[in-house]
């Protein structure tokens, strides 16, 4: 922890690590000791915070090296714009700075700061720097900063942290690379209160989307549902199959992964006033039309070294389902995914897929949380490039 407003955050991030089976361990320098108390952190992690104060305590061993050997990963949060200063230049003046480097775990760096110090030239060349080292920088986010006005310098809410830790992946071969994705459940609108939708919850291709932003790659998430992504994801906001059709298809990517359940039908006309029953009326009919096979479409326009990638969510017949989905569709994979099934698929956090691919025998990948499976299919897409 160094310096700044934001690092009242930090105890409710410790937390959200130790509620999913991490032990943490706090080093703060002692302007952070000036917004939260190191007694605050001792007490949420059960361990001593290492403090400059008391650094020496304990002679039997030095408690920076000790600390920096016994970490798997090292989140600097908040990163003060002069701490990242010193770790761009190797200075090692109080305890965090002398951990981080001494360590030789992954670093990951959280800055959060005014908007100018985040915008000005130096800052954004140490940051650069870092990069090039192999440090991981979360970008901050736009919003209310502690100045009183609305600008990026933002710390993201310890929530998007904690996914941004949990999204990484050895996928070096997203760097740069353009990735769009959907996600959720289309609407088609009856009336102004009602619409045919389904159960997707968004959460496979947020999942996709974040693991792929983790891993440097330009994201854009078109989605029906508001899902928690990473800063630097670019979201557009849609509703219905047509809606998401026309986003799709209007941008460029080198990987495209279809992961909406989008809806095969949608009425021929909408109500612009709310439909209402009446005494006559006892039975209610209503004609559908076919909407555009978005997948399709992207299948068979694809350039040449593209990816488009598509799922399938069946309640029978998986495989010859999906396989069929794959010849005709014009994909280079398709997801498949049982629905109707406890604590799989729909509204929930973990999946269980088989990916088919052309001229290949079907993959099926064991039941796990949407990241990690989200971190399978992206892992395997490079693989077949």
Same mark, same amino acid.
């Given at each position: 922890?160094?310096?700044?407003?934001?690092?009242?955050?930090?105890?409710?991030?410790?937390?959200?690590?130790?509620?999913?089976?991490?032990?943490?361990?706090?080093?703060?320098?002692?302007?952070?000791?000036?917004?939260?108390?190191?007694?605050? %952190?001792?007490?949420?992690?059960?361990?001593? !915070?290492?403090?400059?104060?008391?650094?020496?305590? $304990?002679?039997?061993?030095?408690?920076?090296?000790?600390?920096?050997?016994?970490?798997?990963?090292?989140?600097?949060?908040?990163?003060?714009?002069?701490? +990242?200063?010193?770790?761009?230049?190797?200075?090692?003046?109080?305890?965090?700075?002398?951990?981080?480097?001494?360590?030789?775990? #992954?670093?990951? +760096?959280?800055?959060?700061?005014?908007?100018?110090?985040?915008?000005?030239?130096?800052?954004? /060349?140490?940051?650069?720097?870092? +990069?090039?080292?192999?440090?991981? !920088?979360?970008?901050?986010?736009?919003?209310? %900063?502690?100045?009183?006005?609305?600008?990026?310098?933002?710390?993201? =809410?310890? =929530?998007?942290?904690?996914?941004?830790?949990? /999204?990484?992946?050895?996928?070096?071969?997203?760097?740069?690379?353009?990735?769009?994705?959907? @996600?959720?459940?289309?609407? =088609?609108?009856?009336?102004?209160?009602?619409?045919?939708? *389904?159960?997707?919850?968004?959460?496979?291709?947020?999942?996709?989307?974040?693991?792929? /932003?983790?891993?440097?790659?330009?994201?854009?998430?078109?989605?029906?549902?508001?899902?928690?992504?990473?800063? *630097?994801?670019?979201?557009?906001?849609?509703?219905?199959?047509?809606?998401?059709?026309? @986003?799709?298809?209007?941008?460029?990517?080198?990987? !495209?992964?279809?992961?909406?359940?989008?809806?095969?039908?949608?009425?021929?006309? &909408?109500? &612009?006033?709310?439909?209402?029953?009446?005494?006559?009326?006892?039975?209610? $009919?209503?004609?559908?039309?076919?909407?555009?096979?978005?997948?399709?479409?992207?299948? $068979?326009?694809?350039?040449?070294?593209?990816?488009?990638?598509?799922?399938?969510?069946?309640?029978?017949?998986?495989?010859? *389902? /999906?396989?069929?989905?794959?010849?005709?569709?014009?994909?280079?994979?398709?997801?498949?995914?049982?629905?109707?099934? #406890?604590?799989?698929?729909?509204?929930?956090?973990? *999946?269980?897929?088989? %990916?088919?691919?052309?001229?290949?025998? #079907?993959?099926?990948? #064991?039941?796990?949380?949407?990241?990690?499976?989200?971190?399978?299919?992206? =892992? +395997?897409?490079?693989?077949?490039?």
């Amino acid at each position: 922890m160094t310096g700044g407003i934001a690092a009242y955050k930090v105890p409710l991030l410790a937390r959200l690590f130790i509620k999913q089976g991490d032990t943490v361990r706090v080093a703060m320098t002692a302007a952070a000791e000036q917004f939260v108390t190191a007694d605050t %952190l001792a007490i949420l992690t059960k361990a001593t !915070v290492l403090t400059d104060a008391n650094s020496f305590e $304990h002679p039997e061993h030095v408690a920076h090296v000790e600390l920096a050997r016994w970490t798997d990963i090292a989140i600097v949060v908040p990163a003060s714009a002069n701490t +990242i200063a010193k770790l761009a230049m190797g200075l090692a003046d109080n305890v965090v700075t002398t951990t981080l480097l001494a360590t030789t775990a #992954p670093k990951m +760096i959280v800055p959060a700061m005014n908007d100018h110090m985040w915008a000005n030239p130096q800052t954004q /060349a140490n940051l650069a720097h870092l +990069i090039d080292q192999g440090v991981q !920088v979360l970008s901050p986010a736009t919003g209310f %900063l502690a100045e009183g006005y609305a600008a990026p310098g933002r710390m993201p =809410e310890p =929530e998007i942290i904690q996914l941004w830790v949990n /999204a990484q992946a050895d996928l070096t071969g997203l760097t740069g690379k353009r990735v769009l994705v959907s @996600a959720g459940g289309t609407r =088609e609108r009856l009336d102004p209160v009602r619409y045919l939708t *389904n159960d997707s919850s968004g959460k496979m291709g947020a999942a996709v989307a974040n693991v792929a /932003a983790a891993a440097g790659a330009e994201v854009t998430l078109v989605t029906t549902k508001a899902v928690p992504v990473l800063p *630097n994801v670019q979201v557009v906001s849609v509703e219905s199959a047509q809606e998401l059709a026309q @986003a799709m298809l209007a941008q460029p990517a080198d990987i !495209v992964v279809m992961a909406a359940a989008v809806a095969d039908f949608r009425p021929v006309t &909408t109500a &612009t006033n709310k439909i209402k029953k009446t005494a006559d009326n006892d039975e209610f $009919h209503l004609d559908l039309v076919k909407n555009p096979d978005i997948l399709s479409a992207l299948g $068979h326009q694809k350039r040449p070294g593209q990816k488009v990638i598509g799922f399938a969510a069946e309640t029978t017949d998986l495989i010859h *389902n /999906a396989s069929v989905k794959l010849a005709e569709k014009g994909a280079d994979m398709i997801v498949a995914n049982q629905v109707g099934v #406890p604590d799989s698929g729909f509204n929930v956090d973990v *999946n269980q897929v088989t %990916l088919l691919r052309p001229e290949q025998p #079907p993959l099926p990948l #064991p039941k796990n949380d949407k990241l990690t499976i989200a971190k399978q299919i992206l =892992e +395997i897409i490079l693989q077949d490039n």
